[in-house]
């Protein structure tokens, strides 16, 4: 019997990342084209995950793997995603959903990281890397654990790639924020930084980041470059690859030796054994459309217009 394999977007609030997103899907279709592939958005975008499992079921799916389309475990990835899926799994008794493991530090987006670092440098006037700084901007949760991740890999670029310095930086939530990584790295006197989001597509919080950069280099005799994001790159769909040949085995599981979940973690000790709830039942399938000449963002939701009364 055939199985399905469902893409597990987070949504986003701009055109122009869902319509990447997207892209992706249909390069994955391609790529698992053994499989029924379907895809759905956890907020702010149709189709919902719902839609999407009751369709392949529909199509005679009994077994679905569940890709999050995620780079690191925080709270979508431990507990907003595995409380859809097995909340759906709940409404059919033969039906199977596998979730996989999120990309999170993987060699695939090492390398990928390297390739992009090289081809921007490739671009520029030679400096040496022990004179150029590196700094890497991941999205930011308020769980630890998926922030370490975000320092890891930015180590072993740093040691493996031979920069004079590396630090990280936080879109949202966490700290330090891009502009306060840029402020910390411009006392340290690099003529050249590299700013390298660990984003896969486009959307509100990459073009903020690109706007940070731009901004600050206005004021700064030093130079701060910004790179592409990750995209649909061969070496994260091999990564893709790699977590759904666990999610089939049964290997793809997740960190849980420093999840605030399920350990005591210093400074979030009373967010152990919390229920595993999704907390964005409030903006599910809510959609934006962001008019990029005046930013204004209009809600185009029927559930929104429906409780409006309009």
């Not at 394999?5 to 992706?24: E, N, P, Q, V, Y």
């Not at 967010?271 to 209009?298: A, M, P, R, S, T």
């Amino acid at each position: 019997m055939k199985k399905g394999i469902l893409l597990c977007g987070h949504g986003s609030r701009t055109k122009s990342g869902t319509d990447a997103f997207k892209g992706m899907v249909d390069i994955l279709k391609k790529r698992y084209a053994d499989y029924e592939v379907d895809y759905g958005f956890l907020e702010f975008n149709h189709p919902l995950y719902e839609a999407s499992v009751e369709r392949m079921y529909e199509k005679g799916i009994r077994e679905i793997y569940a890709l999050p389309i995620i780079l690191f475990a925080g709270s979508h990835a431990k507990n907003d995603i595995p409380y859809e899926l097995n909340t759906l799994q709940s409404y059919h008794s033969d039906l199977t959903i596998k979730m996989g493991k999120h990309l999170g530090v993987s060699t695939f987006l090492l390398d990928l990281s390297q390739k992009i670092l090289l081809e921007k440098e490739q671009e520029l006037p030679t400096i040496p890397r022990k004179e150029t700084a590196l700094i890497v901007v991941g999205r930011g949760t308020t769980d630890p654990d998926a922030n370490s991740d975000v320092h890891k890999l930015c180590s072993m670029l740093w040691e493996g790639m031979g920069f004079g310095f590396a630090t990280v930086g936080y879109s949202g939530t966490a700290y330090p924020s891009v502009k306060e990584s840029l402020e910390f790295v411009e006392k340290l006197g690099f003529k050249r930084t590299y700013v390298i989001p660990f984003f896969f597509f486009t959307g509100i919080l990459l073009e903020r980041i690109y706007k940070t950069v731009e901004d600050f280099n206005k004021n700064s005799t030093n130079k701060y470059i910004s790179t592409k994001a990750f995209g649909s790159d061969e070496l994260v769909l091999k990564a893709f690859d790699e977590r759904l040949d666990e999610a089939i085995n049964g290997t793809g599981n997740m960190n849980c030796q420093v999840c605030k979940y399920r350990k005591q973690i210093v400074g979030f000790e009373q967010e152990q054994g919390k229920e595993q709830i999704g907390h964005h039942l409030n903006v599910k399938g809510i959609l934006f459309e962001e008019d990029e000449k005046v930013g204004e963002k209009k809600s185009i939701s029927k559930k929104i217009k429906n409780i409006l009364g309009i």
